[in-house]
C-alpha cells in the first residue's frame, strides 16, 4: 500500500466508523502520544465555537479539490471552522480562464458547502499580480484594463453579491525593493496598466458589486520587528491613510501572517503600530493566511519543531488578539499534507522534510499549533 492509498483509506475508517470526527482510534492514539489526553476538540471544543465566544471569527483556506474528493477534510472544515476562503478558486485566472468566458464551479461549490454548513466565507481576491490568466498579458492594454477590472470585479463580485463577508481587493499591493517613495509596487501590470490608481478604482467598483462584503486590504511581510518589515508596515499603513482620506471605501486590513518559526525577529511594537494604526483609520483587522514555516529549524525532532511551531502561534496571536481589532483568525490550509509550504521552491533549508505550519497534522490529528490557536481565542477579550 502507497502512503497516500494508506491515508486515505485511514481517513476514510475515521469517517465509516462514524466516531467523533478526529478520533478515529489511529488519529486518537496519535493525538494522545503527542498532546497528552486531547480534551473533546469538537462541538464546544472546536475552534469556531472556542473563536465565537469570544466575538470572532475562525477559519482557513480551502482547497477545493478536497472539498470535493476527501470526506474527512470536509468533516473537519464543517467542525472547526465558521468562515471559510478559497486558497484559489476566485482569483482572477481560476474564474476568468479565458477573456469571455468565467468559471465558477469551484467557487460556487466553496460557498454553497460554507452556507449549508453555517459558515461565512472570505473572497480572495480581485486583483493581486500573479495568478493571473495566460491570456492576461496579451490581451490587457493601457487602454482596455480599467473595462477589463470593471468587467472582472463585478461579473464575480456580482455572482456572490450579498454572501461575501469580506473581499479582499487588492492584494500584496506594495513592494519596497520596487524603489518607489510610497513602496507600491509599480512592477505590479495593474500599476503599469492604469497607474497608482488602480487601488482606489478597484474598492469603489467593488463597494459597487457586493455593497455588504467589508472591503480589505491584503499583504504579508508586515509582521516582524526589523528593519524590512518595518518598512513594508509603514507603507501600508500610509497608503490605508490616503485611501480613508481620499474617501476610497475600505473597511479592513488583512494581515497574512506567513510567519517562520527559525525568524531571528520577534513580535512587538511593529504589530502595536499595525493595530493602533487599523484602529484609528476605524478598519477591522483580520488575520488572513496564518501559517509558521519551520524547514530553517535546524532540529529534526517532529516533537520539537511543533512546539517551535506553537510557540510562534501563541505569541504572535497572544499579542494581535490582546486588543479588539482583530474580528478573524484564518489559516492557510487545514492540515500539513495539504499546504503551500511543502512546495518544493518552500523547504529550501531541509528539502527532504515536510513542514508542519498548521493546526492538523497529515492525519488531521490536532498538532500543538491547533491548541495554541484555541488557546489564544480563549485567552482573548470578548470584541
Ligand atoms: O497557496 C496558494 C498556492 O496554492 C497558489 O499556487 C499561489 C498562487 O496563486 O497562491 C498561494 O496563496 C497565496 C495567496 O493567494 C496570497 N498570499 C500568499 C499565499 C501563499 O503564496
New binding site residues.
Given amino acids: 500500500m502507497t502512503r497516500r492509498e494508506w491515508l486515505r483509506r485511514a481517513a476514510g475508517t475515521v469517517v465509516a466508523a462514524g466516531l467523533p470526527a478526529l478520533f478515529g482510534r489511529r488519529a486518537g492514539a496519535l493525538a494522545k502520544r503527542r498532546h497528552g489526553n486531547p480534551d473533546n476538540i469538537t462541538g464546544r471544543g472546536s475552534l469556531a465555537s472556542r473563536a465565537a465566544a469570544r466575538g470572532m471569527l475562525a477559519g482557513a483556506?480551502v482547497?477545493t479539490r478536497l472539498l470535493r474528493t476527501d470526506d474527512t477534510y470536509r468533516q473537519v472544515l464543517a467542525e472547526q471552522y465558521n468562515i471559510l476562503v478559497g486558497?484559489?478558486c476566485m482569483?482572477f485566472?481560476a474564474t476568468q480562464p479565458r477573456p469571455e468566458t468565467y468559471y465558477f464551479n469551484d467557487a460556487d461549490g466553496l460557498v454553497s458547502f460554507a452556507e449549508s454548513n453555517g459558515m461565512k466565507v472570505r473572497g480572495?481576491?480581485f486583483v493581486?499580480h500573479?495568478?493571473l490568466p495566460e491570456w492576461f498579458a496579451g490581451t490587457v492594454t493601457k487602454e482596455n484594463a480599467e473595462k477589463i477590472l470593471v468587467d472582472h470585479i463585478m461579473t464575480v463580485g456580482g455572482r456572490f453579491k450579498g454572501r461575501i463577508h469580506s473581499w479582499d481587493v487588492v492584494?500584496?499591493a506594495i513592494w519596497i525593493p520596487d524603489g518607489r517613495p510610497d513602496g507600491l509596487r509599480s512592477s505590479s501590470p495593474w500599476f503599469q496598466m492604469l497607474g497608482p490608481d488602480y487601488i482606489d478604482f478597484a474598492y469603489r467598483t467593488a463597494r459597487e458589486a457586493d455593497p455588504k462584503a467589508l472591503l480589505t486590504y491584503?499583504d504579508?511581510g508586515i509582521e516582524y520587528d526589523n528593519g524590512e518589515e518595518a518598512k513594508k508596515r509603514a507603507a501600508v499603513l500610509d497608503l490605508l491613510k490616503r485611501m480613508k482620506a481620499a474617501g476610497t471605501p475600505i473597511d479592513a486590513l488583512g494581515v497574512?501572517s506567513?510567519l517562520n518559526a527559525a525568524s531571528t525577529s520577534g513580535f512587538g511594537s511593529g504589530l502595536r503600530e499595525l493595530l493602533d494604526g487599523a484602529r484609528s483609520l476605524g478598519l477591522q483587522v483580520f488575520v488572513t493566511?496564518l501559517d509558521v514555516k519551520d524547514d530553517g529549524l535546524e532540529v529534526d525532532d517532529v516533537a520539537k519543531r511543533d512546539e517551535a511551531v506553537a510557540g510562534v502561534y501563541r505569541d504572535y496571536l497572544g499579542r494581535m488578539l490582546e486588543g479588539r481589532e482583530v474580528k478573524a483568525v484564518l489559516t492557510?490550509?487545514v492540515s500539513d499534507a495539504h499546504?503551500?509550504l511543502n512546495?518544493a521552491k518552500w523547504r529550501e533549508k531541509h528539502p527532504d522534510r515536510e513542514q508542519r505550519p498548521l493546526p492538523f497534522d497529515d492525519q488531521y490529528s490536532p498538532t500543538p499549533a491547533f491548541f495554541a490557536l484555541r488557546e489564544s481565542f480563549d485567552n482573548a477579550k470578548r470584541r
Avoid: F, V
Fill in positions: 483556506a482547497d486558497e484559489n482569483k485566472g480572495h481576491n493581486w500573479e495568478a492584494n500584496e491584503n504579508y497574512q506567513h493566511e492557510w490550509g499546504t503551500w512546495g
